[in-house]
T-cell receptor, first 114, second 113 residues
Framework: AQTVTQSQPEMSVQEAETVTLSCTYD???????LFWYKQPPSRQMILVIR??????QNATENRFSVNFQKAAKSFSLKISDSQLGDTAMYFC???????????FGKGITLSVRP | SQTIHQWPATLVQPVGSPLSLECTVE??????LYWYRQAAGRGLQLLFY??????ISSEVPQNLSASRPQDRQFILSSKKLLLSDSGFYLC????????????FGAGTRLSVL
């Protein structure tokens, strides 16, 4: 069975600074996908970034980037130049196979301070 | 472009009443469809998923059921709601061609009183 662990329940960062959210996972699969989703107070789940396990290059989307360490089964999210709108819960998620069922971590609440 | 509609946005129901939440997807064919539940301040729990019309897989034994009467329609139901059914319900869709990304609806906040 696949598991996703987000051990930090809450983090806080000053506006314009950089913050890193941690995620580890466990799987015996070799080909899989990892995601970070953002859930703002509206509770709409929004995809932030995706990483394919077969790609060694870390994914980047504007201010968001990941540090994917396949051997260590680690998948952290770095948010640069934090903005007030980044305040949200962030979920790390894992999937593999054709039915693409997602396994989510428990999430981390990120607060960006003005 | 693809869109997903989920309704109602908010629902307050008495214990023992029936439930029907609906989710429809536009702009894509033969999507995988999913129902998740999120308890307050917690992660998402997959309840049901469907890879085609009439094909439903249940992940968690419970008081709920799901149906997929049309390709892009997914319904979550209950005959008699329990207090423990309260939560935030999210519908999602994905297609293989989009590398397993799941796109979520806006969710339904269900309160069972």
């Amino acid at each position: 069975a696949q598991t996703v662990t987000q051990s930090q329940p809450e983090m806080s960062v000053q506006e314009a600074e950089t913050v890193t959210l941690s995620c580890t996972y466990d799987t015996s699969e070799n080909n899989y996908y990892l995601f970070w989703y953002k859930q703002p107070p509206s509770r709409q789940m929004i995809l932030v970034i995706r990483q394919e396990a077969y790609k060694q290059q870390n994914a980047t989307e504007n201010r968001f980037s990941v540090n994917f360490q396949k051997a260590a089964k680690s998948f952290s999210l770095k948010i640069s130049d934090s903005q007030l709108g980044d305040t949200a819960m962030y979920f790390c998620a894992f999937t593999f196979g054709a039915n693409s069922k997602l396994t989510f971590g428990k999430g981390i609440t990120l607060s960006v301070r003005p | 472009s693809q869109t997903i509609h989920q309704w109602p946005a908010t629902l307050v129901q008495p214990v023992g009443s029936p439930l029907s939440l609906e989710c429809t997807v536009e702009g894509t064919s033969n999507p995988n469809l999913y129902w998740y539940r999120q308890a307050a301040g917690r992660g998402l729990q997959l309840l049901f998923y469907s890879v085609g019309i009439g094909q439903i897989s249940s992940e968690v034994p419970q008081n709920l059921s799901a149906s997929r009467p049309q390709d892009r329609q997914f319904i979550l139901s209950s005959k008699k709601l329990l207090l423990s059914d309260s939560g935030f319900y999210l519908c999602a869709w994905s297609v293989l061609a989009d590398k397993n990304i799941q796109y979520f609806g806006a969710g339904t906040r269900l309160s069972v009183l």
